[in-house]
């Protein structure tokens, strides 16, 4: 028989053949052969940095939040909107510069961002909404026409339901300090944390029921209210300064809710009547 057609020996060459596969090339289950302990472990955990202070975290959850690639960041995005409520017949170019300062898509959900510029109110969650730019600006200008506005600029202002926190970081381009009261505890929590990455320092956010003001910082050169009722509570009026302006939504005798703006001077108290408005009603006591 030649060297061709001679078969090879079962053993030993079938045994060292087949233990060579078990070495190389046969892997056993994992749960059968545990690691060895020097052998290293590939662990997400590794590489996690220590944790950041908590506006840092809120800062990069609200990146996280905004799609990217939409330009919402742009300030040209902002001074579109701008443009429109210039068009429209707003003129207090303070107003309008803090308009074009403060980045709107911050305060509304994910899922409406892109609605964010559009001159449209958007839901925020616990049945309040987030009001449109054209009214924010309206009242914020009517707030600046009062006598204590003295160069443009309020020393103290009160903001009456503070929702996401949108208005009351427009005001802090324009006062001095603001003072926020919500009677929402999870839109209180919420605000702060998506005031917290603007890094806003002379905005105050209360949890309280803003339907009793906020008397330790009293009296006020403006307050503005995000809700309407159908009287004015009387610790607003109380804690309005001489020469202080209040704007808030009130029903009138027709059932429509308009803008009411009330001037204390050193002779009581002037009213006068503006546009009709809708806003969410005005509430007391707190919600937890």
């Known amino acids: 028989m030649t060297e061709a057609g001679r078969r090879p020996p079962k053993f030993p060459l079938r045994l060292d053949q087949m233990a060579a596969p078990k070495k190389t090339l046969v892997k056993p289950p994992e749960a059968a052969t545990p690691l060895a302990p020097t052998q290293p472990v590939a662990a997400p955990r590794a590489v996690l940095r220590p944790q950041q202070p908590l506006e840092h975290a809120a800062a990069m959850a609200a990146r996280r939040a905004s799609p990217t690639g939409l330009g919402l960041d742009s300030a040209g995005v902002r001074a579109r909107m701008v443009e ?26 994910g899922a409406l961002v892109t609605q964010a510029y559009e001159d449209t109110s ?35 202002v009160l903001e009456v339901g503070t929702g996401c926190g949108y208005q009351a970081a427009v005001l802090a381009r324009l006062a001095r300090q603001v003072f926020s009261v919500e009677r929402i505890k999870p839109l ?55 020469g202080g302006r209040l704007v808030a939504p009130l029903r009138d005798e027709a059932g429509r809710q308009v803008l009411v703006v009330v001037d204390r001077t050193e002779r009581g108290c002037e009213r006068s009547v503006h546009e009709v408005v809708q806003f969410v009603p005005l509430r007391s006591g707190l919600v937890r």
């Open 122 to 156: 958007l839901p925020i969650g616990h049945g309040q909404t987030i009001s449109k730019p054209s009214v924010v600006a309206r009242m914020i200008e009517l707030l600046m026409g009062g006598a204590n506005a003295r160069g443009g600029r309020l020393s103290r």
């Open 84 to 109: 429109r409520l210039r068009a429209d017949g707003l003129r207090h170019d303070a107003v309008l510069t803090a308009l074009g300062e403060v980045p709107r898509h911050r305060f509304v959900d």
């Open 188 to 242: 209180h929590d919420k605000a702060r944390e998506l005031m917290a990455p603007l890094r806003i320092a002379n905005a105050r956010l209360i949890y309280g029921d803003g339907m009793l003001g906020h008397p330790p910082n009293a009296p006020y050169d403006g307050i503005i209210a995000a809700a309407g009722g159908d009287a004015m509570p009387p610790a607003w009026l109380e804690q309005l300064a001489v």
